[in-house]
């Protein structure tokens, strides 16, 4: 499949600091792609040299089959993590001048800005200033602004940070939309269970180097299963002990009718499994996955996978 991004042997250093080492990576055109890692991990850096904000100090990105994003910006849509709308602008204003220099002429620009404004649920903040809304209100302006164009690349610099509940699904349901539509999509974000939910690949950066660069469901399948979670058919005749006490199961712990039994690790799960279901008969039996922020967790401590292992 042809890449939309594809970023070789990449390095950049600030002074002594290596904030992106040797990075390979291809993003096929259509994808949607999560970017995660600790603070300082070099996703920004890496999303500012795709984006041709900054060079790199050797390697080469290609971008939408240029050499440089710059020869290719209004295909692309840019959300920073810096967030800054014009604040003295009216709303409607600011994003058909957004419009315009992405290329759109000025009355098409206005028509997007006016129906979009309808899709995020602010129809009627089209003459206030932008400094007068909410911090969420200014996010999804911005997040207008990058989308105005119906970019071909959309690069979103942590979308969900500093949004409530309620704009964070909004925000999901329109990046989704666009991925439906066929736009590529690389986003940064600190907040797993959105990665989890929404990627079809998850690339993660650890000190600069790439640590995980895999599909979701290969980093799932291959995940070992540590828990199991146990409701039995008949509850109330179950003890703890009697779970406690069936080999490959090394804790228990009783939620009302549920049970989390941790597996001994390196236990096998089938015979653990048949010996479990000999003991109690079940009524729910289901093997936990650790989520994407136990494996995150457990690289950034150093207990974890490589990417050469995962
Ligand atoms: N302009 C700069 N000058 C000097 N050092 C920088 C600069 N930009 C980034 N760095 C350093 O490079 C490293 C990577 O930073 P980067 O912002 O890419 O990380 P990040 O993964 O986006 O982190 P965060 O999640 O905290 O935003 C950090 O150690 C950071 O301090």
């Known amino acids: 499949m042809k890449s939309a991004i594809s970023i070789s042997a990449v390095n950049k250093q600030f002074g002594s600091k290596r904030a992106v080492q040797d990075l390979n990576l291809e993003i096929p055109e259509g994808a949607l792609y999560g970017v995660i890692g600790p603070n300082g991990a070099g996703k920004s850096t890496t999303l500012r040299m795709i984006l041709s904000i900054l060079f790199p100090d050797s390697g080469s990105i290609r971008v939408l089959g240029h050499d440089s994003a710059l020869k290719a910006k209004d295909q692309i849509g840019y959300l920073p993590e810096e967030r800054g ?39 009627d903040v089209q003459k206030k200033r932008c400094e007068e ?5 200014q996010q999804k302006i911005q997040f207008i602004s990058a989308v105005i164009h119906d970019p071909e690349l ?27 539509k066929g736009t590529t999509i690389l986003f940064s ?19 600069g180097r790439k640590v995980l660069d895999n599909s979701l469901d290969e980093i799932k399948r291959q995940e070992v299963v540590r828990e199991i979670l146990f409701e039995p058919l ?17 804790g228990v712990e009783g939620k009302d009718r ?5 597996l001994v690790e390196g236990a096998d799960l089938e015979q653990t499994v048949q010996a479990l279901t000999r003991s109690v008969v079940p009524a729910r039996l289901e093997l936990v996955r650790p989520r994407l922020e ?7 401590t150093g207990s974890g996978q490589t990417e050469e292992s995962v």
């Open 85 to 123: 709308v014009y604040k003295k602008m009216q709303v409607l204003e600011f994003l058909q001048h957004m419009g315009i220099l992405k290329g759109l002429g000025r009355a098409d620009a206005k028509a997007k800005a006016l129906k979009w404004l309808d899709t995020v649920g602010l129809p």
């Open 133 to 137: 809304l909410s911090k969420g209100m």
């Open 154 to 180: 959309l690069i979103l610099d942590e979308p969900f940070s500093g949004l409530d509940p309620v704009n964070m699904r909004l925000l999901r349901e329109l990046v989704e939309a666009q991925h439906r």
């Open 189 to 207: 974000t600190h907040v797993m269970p959105q990665a989890e939910e929404m990627c079809d690949h998850i690339v993660m950066l650890h000190q």
């Open 234 to 250: 008949h509850a109330e005749s179950v003890v703890p002990a009697q779970l406690a006490a069936v080999p490959g199961i090394d």
């Open 258 to 262: 549920s049970y989390r039994l941790k």
């Open 294 to 300: 136990d494996l995150f967790v457990s690289i950034v």
